[in-house]
């Protein structure tokens, strides 16, 4: 199996994890999958607001937003897509949920990989299944329960 991660920092986020740490956090998703390819993208509120107002209608910045790579029939590559994940907010919301800040980006960077993977959270019944993984990964790599 190989994961090809490509993570990209738009600005500097002190407090962002290092690219090994979302490698493990990726491995956890992928250890059967075989190879993948994917994109980790950092940003700010700005950039977070205009992806969430762009491509789902919300004027407002996302914690996590997910784009499934789309490619061409005939086109057999194990590229997966992008995950965009707001910096600030994670800090944010890890501070008002008091839980540990690494713990928030790793089930963020899950839940992101859950739905390029096809997980979703729309109806209740695909909600509990996508929580009882993330739930599951998560343990596995000593986290405790996000929804605790």
Same mark, same amino acid.
């Given at each position: 199996?190989?994961?090809?991660?490509?993570?990209?920092?738009? /600005?500097?986020?002190?407090?962002?994890?290092?690219?090994?740490?979302?490698?493990?956090?990726?491995?956890?998703?992928?250890?059967?999958? /075989?190879?993948?390819?994917?994109?980790?993208?950092?940003?700010?509120?700005?950039?977070?607001?205009?992806?969430?107002?762009?491509?789902?209608?919300?004027?407002?910045?996302?914690?996590?937003?997910?784009?499934?790579?789309?490619?061409?029939?005939?086109?057999?590559?194990?590229?997966?897509?992008?995950?965009?994940?707001?910096?600030?907010?994670?800090?944010?919301?890890?501070?008002?949920?008091?839980?540990?800040?690494?713990?928030?980006?790793?089930?963020?960077?899950?839940? /992101?990989?859950?739905?390029?993977?096809?997980?979703?959270?729309?109806?209740?019944?695909?909600?509990?299944?996508?929580?009882?993984?993330?739930?599951?990964?998560?343990?596995?790599?000593?986290?405790?329960?996000?929804?605790?």
């Amino acid at each position: 199996m190989a994961i090809e991660l490509d993570l990209q920092r738009a /600005g500097h986020f002190a407090n962002a994890p290092a690219g090994e740490q979302f490698e493990t956090w990726v491995s956890a998703v992928l250890q059967s999958r /075989g190879d993948a390819e994917l994109t980790i993208r950092l940003v700010g509120r700005e950039e977070s607001r205009t992806l969430n107002h762009t491509f789902r209608g919300k004027d407002r910045a996302t914690n996590v937003l997910s784009f499934p790579a789309e490619l061409p029939d005939g086109v057999d590559i194990p590229l997966l897509g992008d995950i965009v994940i707001c910096a600030p907010l994670v800090e944010q919301e890890a501070l008002e949920q008091g839980k540990p800040v690494e713990h928030h980006w790793a089930h963020l960077t899950l839940h /992101g990989l859950l739905h390029l993977l096809g997980y979703d959270h729309v109806e209740e019944s695909d909600a509990k299944e996508m929580e009882a993984l993330e739930t599951s990964l998560l343990a596995s790599l000593g986290i405790s329960d996000p929804y605790a």
